[in-house]
């Protein structure tokens, strides 16, 4: 592989900003193609920020991202309290939302991708549970349902926004189970976690951030007691009234 196809994702001095309030500061680093990575930090710290500015949906307000990437090669799952629940839809046809590549946005779903759904629902545990209106579900069986439209996007790049937060044990190890099988299958992917135990056995790669980037590589090293501290540290400073950040001359 060139030196190209080994960076998935490169920020470059990369500012993310809400109204001209900048929420991350200056990041620039390298996601490397099939790297396995945590995303730590105190609360406010810009971790969601960080990766809504990776799949679009926030412009840099400084700097940029680089990568080759079209827009269904990146999957991503949002944290929990932005996603409706409330919406009268089941099970499958959830999991077959993340099939707008096998279907066309307007095209009819074709009967692969519903078997393709059905395989995806085994694979989360949740066979049988095609036509469960989602309300209907538990946190954890919900999250498998997200987890299993993850796998029918097929996705190279997968970004995860705190996928076990208020998730049951059980639930926890069978998708840590699956992300590490997208790693197996040379994937990008990336997780926020809060769970430092989390972090360590299962990523090798750890971004922490507290509005600035602390620290990025091997996790042993990110995650050693002085850069926690020092995260804890810079939270404590969060202002919300931070001064607005003005574009370099
Ligand atoms: P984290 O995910 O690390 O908890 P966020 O990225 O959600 O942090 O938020 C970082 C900062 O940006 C916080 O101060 C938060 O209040 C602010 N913020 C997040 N979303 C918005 C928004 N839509 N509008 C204005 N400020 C926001
Ligand atoms: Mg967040």
Known sequence: MSAERETAIRLHNLTVAYDRHPAVHHVSGTLKTG?????????????????????????????RIEHTLGRTEIGYLPQAAEINRRFPIDVLDTVLLGAWKVSGAFGSVSRAATATAREALQTVGLE??????????????????????????????????????????????????????????????????????????????????????????????VMAPENLLRARAMAERFDENAEICEPAA
């Open 35 to 63: 790297s396995l990575t945590a995303i730590a930090g105190p609360n406010g710290a810009g971790k969601s920020t960080l990766l809504k500015a990776i799949v679009g949906e926030l412009k840099p307000a400084e700097g």
């Open 128 to 221: 049988g549970f095609e036509k469960r209106p989602i309300g209907s579900l538990s946190a954890g069986q919900f999250q498998r349902v997200l987890f299993a439209r993850l796998l029918l996007q097929d996705a190279r790049v997968i970004l995860l926004d705190e996928p076990f937060t208020a998730i049951d044990a059980r639930t926890t190890r069978d998708l840590l189970e699956i992300v590490a099988n997208w790693h197996g299958e040379g994937r990008t992917v990336v997780a926020v976690l809060h769970d430092f135990d989390q972090v360590r056995s299962h990523f090798p790669e750890t971004l922490l951030i507290a509005r600035e980037l602390i620290g990025w590589g091997p996790t042993s090293e």
